[in-house]
């Protein structure tokens, strides 16, 4: 059984550029939720989706966007980058919607100078 | 919206000691509360989880206890070793479903 997997594993942006983090999520589970953890802080929801469809947002900007596709892949947009988003991006996948166990990958490590 | 408290942010136990780490949650709406651990550079592994509807859960050296009316619960760690050190979080989803809101992590060390 494959792990969720996160690409790129470490990126460096400046202010106001666009970037694209991408999330395979674990054989079988149809629901990819997207968080945000800040360096000693725990992770904070950004949004999730389930059926390619947005399925409950958190506390971020539009600029924060995403996307599920048909293999319940998923990406991550964020547009005019700024300092403050410099953080761990976390992708967790789960069965049904999100009433199920939530399973993390590696997360990807986002820079911004 | 939902509100996790954890506590200690550092515990430190020698090799087969017991480890206790505490949160507290403000939504009464709240079901599901999960454990993960996070070594470094790593994402956070469910390790334990229990739901509302039980007050106690055990996995070999781990359990979880609930306290519905207190509205809190407890991570117990026994017989710890040193590759039980990394920082543990909990988590508690509350009445928007799949969201889980996070506490602040304990950075547990077992000194061998």
């Known amino acids: 059984e494959t792990g969720v997997t996160q690409s790129p594993t470490h990126l460096i942006k400046t202010r106001g550029q666009q970037v694209t983090l991408r999330c395979s999520s674990q054989?079988?589970?149809?629901?990819v939720s997207w968080y945000q953890q800040a360096l000693g802080q725990g992770p904070q929801f950004i949004f999730q989706?389930?059926?390619?469809?947005?399925?409950g947002r958190g506390n971020f900007p539009p600029r924060f966007s995403g996307l599920q596709f048909p293999n319940y892949s998923s990406e991550l947009n964020v547009n005019a980058l700024e300092l403050d988003d410099s953080a761990l991006y976390l992708c967790?996948?789960?069965?049904?919607?999100?009433?199920?166990?939530?399973?993390f990958g590696d997360g990807t490590r986002l820079s911004i100078l | 919206g939902e509100n996790v408290e954890q506590h200690p942010s550092t515990l430190s136990v020698q090799e087969g000691d017991s480890a206790v780490i505490k949160c507290t949650y403000s939504?009464?709406?709240?079901?599901?509360f999960p454990w993960y651990k996070q070594e470094l550079g790593k994402g956070p592994q469910l390790i334990i989880d229990?739901?509302?509807?039980?007050g106690e859960k055990k996995d070999q050296r781990i359990a979880v206890t609930l306290n519905k009316t207190a509205k809190h619960f407890s991570l117990h760690i026994t017989e710890t070793q040193p590759e039980d050190s990394a920082v543990y979080f909990c988590?508690?989803?509350?009445?928007?479903?799949?969201?889980?809101?996070f506490g602040r992590g304990t950075q547990l060390t077992v000194w061998p």
């Open positions: 229990i739901r509302s509807n039980v």
């Open positions: 989706y389930y059926r390619e469809e947005e399925n």
């Open positions: 939504d009464s709406a709240s079901n599901y």
């Open positions: 054989s079988g589970h149809n629901t």
């Open positions: 988590a508690a989803r509350g009445s928007t479903l799949g969201r889980l809101y």
């Open positions: 967790a996948s789960s069965l049904g919607g999100g009433d199920q166990p939530q399973h």
